[in-house]
Structure formats: structure tokens, C-alpha cells
């Protein structure tokens, strides 16, 4: 397994979970400086994953871990469930050239925020096919840059489509979604998953990526989640993916990322 912290560039989401916020030169060299095997980014879209992002990792001697989504809905309220088809059709073209931008530095790309919700005029089952049909299809794109998609299940305040961890794997199977990975997000589990490690356990090959943040959205040590057996649980599944901290930069985003990296390094040693 294999560490990584959030960048963030997008001015809207300073507030959110994510430990660096000035800028991706910055961003890298503090990851290095610590010791972070790569860095995940939140840009603002395609077009904010610069061509010197290469260079700037090269230089820092870091690797990118991922590329997240969610300025499309950040910024402009797009998601995969809209009612609007139009709508629908601009989250996917967003969602698609950040999975090109981030498969042309060799990492993948993050459906979070931007799977959406149902309700209104659009039924659940509507939802479901409609998100479906979007990961069949930029599951596709990912893979012709010999990457996975990463598809995140949020917890019930943030969206009521798929919560669980294992709700999500059944779903990716039974629709027959290829190249598809489970993103399982410590914080989100916390809330809706009565054995986290257990849950990992369950979905075995599927899980892809892991955002290492506890109870509290602050970096793992700072909550109460037991990250021993899921460290356990993500061994035993032969997970070799990144451990990332997507969590708030409390008290300050280098201490943030100090106790994240500890964490990990003491995990490992485990």
C-alpha cells in the first residue's frame, strides 16, 4: 500500500476536506518533504490539470494518485442524475476529459460528488440506469488509458443513491460495469457501515482507492476509527493502492499531513 494527500485547487471547496490548498507546486514539494508516496488533485477541470503537473511531479519525486471530479458540481450543480438530459450530458463531458487528463499522467479518475442523487422527477430506478449507463461509458474512456474509473459511495447525507459499500459492489456486478473500482472512503463508512472492515472484506478486487480519514474528517489518530483491522481487511483483499488523506487541514494542513503520513508509516511497520 502506498501513501498519498489531497491537493485541493479550487477556491470554492477551501473550506473542505482537503490538506493543501496553495497550489500544486507547493502541494508536491510538501508532499515530498514528508514523505507522501504521491499527491491526489481536486482541479477546477481538465483544463486546470496543467501540462507542468508532469514536471512539477517529476521534479518533487511524487506520483499522482488520482484526480477527482467534483468541480463539476462544486461549481456548477452538474451530476450523472440529472433531470435535464442536457445536464447530464455536460457532467459526463466534464467527468470525461478530467478521466483524459488524468489517464495521460497515468492516474485515475474520481466519481463522487458528481454521481448525484434521485428525488423530484427523477425516480430512483431512473437514477440507478442513468448512473449505470455513465460508469458502462466513462468506465470505457478510462480504460482506453490503461486506467480504472473510481466510483465513491457517499454517505446518506450527500446522496441517497448508493450508500454501502457492498450495496455499491452488488450494483457494479449485477449491471455488468467493467473497469470500475470501489473507492471506499474511511469517513463515509464510519456512518454507514456497521463492520467497515468487513465491508472491505466483501468486496474484495473491487475496492481501488482508499481516502485514510477518520471519524472526524481529520487525519487518521484524530477520531476513533480502528484502523487496524481495516488495514487487516485491505491486506487480506491484496489491495495495493493508495491510502489518501482527503480530511480537513486541522489544525494546520502541514500538521494534517504530518499525523496522516504517521499513521500510515506505523500501520505498515504493523
Known amino acids: 500500500m502506498r501513501s498519498a494527500v489531497t491537493i485541493c485547487l479550487v477556491s470554492e471547496a477551501r473550506q473542505g476536506p482537503f490538506v493543501f490548498h496553495d497550489g500544486l507546486e507547493a502541494g508536491c514539494r510538501s508532499a515530498a518533504e514528508l514523505g507522501f508516496d504521491a499527491v491526489e488533485v481536486f482541479p477546477e477541470s481538465a483544463a486546470g490539470?496543467?501540462?507542468?503537473?508532469?514536471?512539477?511531479?517529476?521534479?518533487a519525486a511524487v506520483g499522482l494518485a488520482a484526480v477527482g471530479t467534483g468541480a463539476g458540481w462544486v461549481r456548477h450543480r452538474w451530476h450523472l442524475c440529472h433531470a435535464d438530459a442536457a445536464v447530464r450530458a455536460q457532467a459526463r463531458e466534464f467527468i470525461g476529459a478530467l478521466i483524459d487528463a488524468a489517464g495521460g499522467l497515468g492516474a485515475p479518475a474520481?466519481?463522487?460528488?458528481?454521481?448525484?442523487?434521485?428525488?423530484?422527477?427523477?425516480?430512483?430506478?431512473t437514477a440507478l440506469d442513468w448512473l449505470a449507463e455513465a460508469l458502462h461509458d466513462l468506465g470505457g474512456r478510462a480504460a482506453r488509458h490503461g486506467q480504472v474509473l473510481l466510483y465513491e459511495p457517499l454517505n446518506r447525507y450527500e446522496t441517497n443513491?448508493?450508500?454501502?459499500?457492498a450495496d455499491?459492489?452488488?450494483?457494479?456486478r449485477d449491471r455488468g460495469i467493467a473497469?470500475?473500482?470501489?473507492?471506499?472512503?474511511?469517513?463515509?463508512?464510519n456512518i454507514e457501515e456497521s463492520d467497515m472492515a468487513a465491508a472491505?472484506?466483501?468486496?474484495?478486487?473491487?475496492?481501488?482507492?482508499?481516502?485514510?480519514?477518520?471519524?472526524?474528517?481529520r487525519a487518521i489518530g484524530l477520531g476513533h476509527t480502528d484502523t487496524q483491522r481495516v488495514v487487516r481487511a485491505l491486506r487480506a483483499t491484496g489491495f495495493q493502492g493508495y491510502l489518501s488523506a482527503e480530511v480537513f487541514p486541522l489544525p494546520t494542513p502541514l500538521?494534517?499531513?504530518r499525523?496522516?503520513?504517521?499513521?500510515?508509516?506505523?500501520?505498515?511497520?504493523?
Open 49 to 59: 490539470v496543467p501540462a507542468a503537473l508532469g514536471r512539477l511531479l517529476t521534479a
Open 110 to 125: 474520481i466519481i463522487g460528488s458528481m454521481q448525484g442523487a434521485w428525488g423530484g422527477d427523477v425516480p430512483r430506478d
Open 161 to 165: 443513491l448508493l450508500n454501502r459499500q
Open 168 to 172: 455499491a459492489a452488488a450494483f457494479l
Open 179 to 189: 473497469n470500475v473500482r470501489l473507492l471506499c472512503d474511511l469517513f463515509h463508512m
Open 200 to 217: 472491505i472484506t466483501a468486496c474484495g478486487d473491487l475496492v481501488g482507492h482508499v481516502h485514510w480519514a477518520d471519524s472526524n474528517r
Open 255 to 257: 500538521d494534517a499531513a
Open 259 to 270: 499525523t496522516t503520513i504517521e499513521s500510515i508509516r506505523s500501520l505498515m511497520k504493523g
